[in-house]
């Protein structure tokens, strides 16, 4: 599975969207990029899920590059419950096991 | 849906005792994950069941620790003798095949003592 890199932190003013970028550079063919999110103490949350295509869904866009060596997850209106720690992972469509790395934080600030 | 339900939320025990953390996955679900959270190492996964059968348990620490899920809708993860440092925040995950995003329980906070 693809190797992932992400900034360590972001900040994002309330109401603004976010922009959590990440590098896949040897992702594969039929790799899919997935984003999941870990608000304090919690367990994570999947988000949204991607081959090749920009998909939306009501939490968030996930727009990948043509090349598919990056991808961005947007959230279009950041809140105050939005700040989390935020992974992107490169998973095979013969695979099923999500290996984490350290993500990115998010902190939304009023 | 009452979502992945993990048992129990905190436990405190003393080196040496027999941990057993438990996992009801969401019903339909024939994918399940152990996962362990530390600051140091971050999530880390376990072991994963298919269809109730352990397919990769690669991640399991050492000998201490043993997976087992009798059925589709229970699982459970021991500890036997606990150590120190196996003091983390314990996540169970289900999920259809496939990669269709898993969901994780509210996990279990262990300390050793």
């Known amino acids: 599975d693809a190797k992932t890199t992400q900034p360590p932190s972001m900040d994002c003013a309330e109401g603004r969207a976010a922009n959590l970028p990440c590098n896949h550079s040897t992702i594969s063919g039929n790799e899919y990029v997935y984003w999941y999110r870990q608000i304090h103490s919690q367990g994570p949350q999947y988000i949204i899920h991607g081959l090749k295509n920009n998909e939306t869904n009501e939490m968030a866009s996930l727009i990948i590059t043509e090349d598919r060596k990056s991808s961005t997850l947007i959230l279009p209106h950041a809140t105050l419950r939005d700040t989390a720690v935020y992974y992107c992972i490169g998973l095979r469509n013969t695979g099923n096991q999500f290996y984490f790395g350290t993500g990115t934080s998010l902190t939304v600030i009023p | 849906d009452a979502g992945v339900i993990q048992s129990p939320r905190h436990e405190v025990t003393e080196m040496g005792q027999e941990v057993t953390l438990r996992c009801k996955p969401i019903s339909g679900h024939n994918s399940l994950f152990w996962y362990r959270q530390t600051m140091m190492r971050g999530l880390e996964l376990l072991i994963y069941?298919?269809?109730?059968?352990?397919?990769?348990d690669s991640g399991m620490p050492e000998d201490r620790f043993s997976a087992k899920m009798p059925n589709a809708s229970f699982s459970t993860l021991k500890i036997q003798p606990s150590e120190p440092r196996d003091s983390a925040v314990y996540f169970c995950?289900?999920?259809?095949?496939?990669?269709?995003?898993?969901?994780f329980g509210s996990g279990t906070r262990l300390t050793v003592v």
């Open positions: 995950a289900s999920s259809l095949d496939r990669g269709s995003g898993y969901t």
């Open positions: 069941f298919n269809n109730n059968v352990p397919i990769d």
